[in-house]
């Protein structure tokens, strides 16, 4: 059975660093594309970053470029969000999502960054 679970949110202070990561079982991640969005209160989720089957192509949105580093453990099974500088605008629930159509969502991690 397919299944994603992501961890790692939680608060943090504006400049400070956390590492999500996406458990994933009942397939293999590294042969297909997968990324991480993000959805804040009152706004239209977001794509922040993906990368492609086997690594080969990897895109950020803008306002995370610099910042943030996507990247998967292929003997873990596991996809990797690094987010450093945190700032109150990254304040989101992350999701782990496999891009294949329909594509598969995880239950998201609140991330929240604040003072």
């Known amino acids: 059975q397919l299944q994603l679970v992501e961890s790692g949110g939680g608060l943090v202070q504006p400049g400070g660093s956390l590492r999500l990561s996406c458990a994933a079982s009942g397939f293999s991640l590294e042969h297909y594309a997968m990324g991480w969005f993000r959805q804040a209160p009152g706004k239209e989720r977001e794509g922040v970053s993906c990368i492609s089957s086997f690594g080969g192509s990897i895109t950020y949105a803008d306002s995370v470029k610099g910042r943030f580093t996507i990247s998967r453990d292929n003997a873990q099974n596991t996809l990797y969000l690094q987010m450093n500088s945190l700032k109150p605008e990254d304040t989101a629930v992350y999701y782990c999502?496999?891009?294949?159509?329909?594509?598969?969502w995880g239950q998201g991690t609140q991330v929240t960054v604040s003072s």
């Open positions: 999502v496999l891009l294949v159509p329909p594509d598969y």
